[in-house]
């Protein structure tokens, strides 16, 4: 018998980047806008640490790199049109991360409850999420729209946590970018960095708490976080 020794604990995970690779099909998209407006396309490396504020982010630094200027009154058909070409195209490259599924399935069969904090819209996360089969992992898969302040806003994580029943004081965060350290720091949760994700700042300087090289690592890395949990506070309690 698998000992539920996660009991309690909620893990928030965050989507691009740390749960699926998804800059290849994102960044085309943003490439295939460029074009439209007679841009040049932009490198898929180093568009991909655009990746971690949400879509509308990811259009205008794409199109103010290309050298265009940012102009808010076509912003909103822009918008459309980049959401509905991602729509299209919003799994053709999309995949897990090496070890997501066996990783998920044994912290689950451990007892933590998981749920996604994602600056992807609730619904683009739903339907990518859906397409390769990642859904059931999750208690819910919580966007920018579903909360009151989006990351690194604290609130994203704990109303999420919150909103699966569990205790943002026995919380962990995982992710890959500044959103996600700023967010954990503010809401007083300890963070996992995933190395392997789309963040323009070096992992080891986000401020987190631990770093990951490969998704597998992940199970180590809580396991560590909830002993020092212990000690924290047997010391407390003394
Ligand atoms: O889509 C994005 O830019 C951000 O999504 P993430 O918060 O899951 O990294
Ligand atoms: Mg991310």
Redesign the pocket.
Known sequence: MIDRDLEGWTIAF?????LVE?HQD?VGTLNRMLVKHGLPETPMESAASL?????R??LQHGFERAGASWDEAHAPALFEDFIADYVEHIDDHSRPFDGVVETLERLSARGAILCV????RSDL?ELLLGKLDLTRHFAAIVGPDRVSAR?PSGAHLIEAVKLVGGDPARAIMV???S??TGAAQDAGMPCIVATF??SPIAPEDLGGDVLIDAFEDVEEAIDGLVVDFYVQKALADA
């Open positions: 965050d989507l691009d980047g740390t998804t994102l990746i971690g504020g949400g879509a982010a990811l904090a994602t600056n992807k996360s990351k992710g890959d970018a959103p996600d994700g789309y």
